[in-house]
């Protein structure tokens, strides 16, 4: 999308909490049809690029980054080969990411990740690629990519890949609850679908194509997280506090403490809580934080990947 020209170069991308997600029948590929609205919020990832023969990768950042794959499995390696292979680029890249978005937390960071490494990418190798081209890229190594490359506030539906902008006034505050451990996404799909197998009154509304509610559309237009917080909704929810337990007593404590509502953010493990404003983030933090959690605060709607001037 722009031209080479400096040595180094840097991309952010906005991790996401998924306000509605409801997941239907599983697809001739595997993903479930799903139906959700996506809100990029204000934890980015940090992607700085720079010029090299092969392709490597390291983290840092305000987050423990230790267990990491930095070989060829990695999303960021992946996205940087992707693109070179589309644009018969022969060198390769450094990419160095400072990570602030939750590691395997159901906020999309490893999909920032690779959103900003492709941006990063073609800037430093000026490949010209359009904004579509580089989409489409994106939607080959996830159901999240496309999403934190736009960012802002969308409606995913295919595997969360095929999007549509939705109009959103004002900004949200979140209060995040952080876990201390991961969660495999696939782990809770399969949860979910030995939940359907069991309970055969649930695989009914599964063949269904899924759809977001307009009462969710309604309540991010007009900026009321009163509205929003009455209707989030994630059909992944069950399934993970059926894996992870104790996820449901820190909803409650965040519920107790302050939060509209609370809503595990995708896969999880992260809970994500809306509230009315700054100050009840605050509180909430404090009481959340005060029962051992590691709390983050953080707003949305924000922008999608971009370039940085440093
Ligand atoms: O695309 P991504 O790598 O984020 O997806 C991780 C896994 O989550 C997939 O391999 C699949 O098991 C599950 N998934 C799904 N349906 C979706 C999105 C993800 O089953 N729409």
Redesign the pocket.
Known sequence: MTTAGTSVVHARAPGKVNVFLKVGAVMED???D?ATAYQAVSLFEEVRASPATDFSVQFSGSIDTSGLAIDGTNLAIKAARALARKAGYRGGVHLDVEKNVPIAGGMGGG?ADAAATLLACDALWGTSATKDELLAIAATL???VPFSFTGGTAIGTG??DQLSPALAKGKFQWVLALADFGMS??GV?QELDRHRDRHAQDIFPAQHQPSVDTSVLQALRAGDPHMLADVLHNDLQAPALHLAPGLGKVLQLGEENGALAGILSGSGPTVAFLVTDADSALELQVALSASRLRVVRATGPVHGARLISD
């Open positions: 595997g993903y479930h799903l999909s996830g159901a999240d595997r969360g996404t696939p799909y």
